[in-house]
């Protein structure tokens, strides 16, 4: 999953990992700026949805323009790009 938007990494990232453990999720960030987080996040698909539409609510101090999610897994046609 990549997060892209006015991000601040600081307070986004600790924020992140709460929501995934929350959900139950493992992940793993792979990288963090202003603009840009990466992570991989692994878990029934329906909780990675759910971490999906959380990452686009985010904390009130971040705004995410956008996120693309790509299995790494081979899943096939399951890339999404989405507006949030």
């Known amino acids: 999953m990549t997060i892209l938007g006015d ?37 029934p698909v329906d909780l990675i949805d759910m971490m ?10 971040v705004w995410v323009e956008m996120i693309h999610r790509t299995p790494v897994d081979g899943g096939g046609d399951q890339v999404r790009d989405r507006p949030s």
């Open 52 to 61: 999906e539409l959380g990452c686009s609510l985010g904390p009130f101090d």
């Open 7 to 43: 991000l601040d990494a600081l307070s986004f990232v600790p924020w992140i990992r709460r929501h995934a453990a929350k959900l139950g999720l493992s992940q793993a960030i792979s990288h963090t700026s202003c603009h840009r987080i990466e992570l991989e996040v692994a878990g």
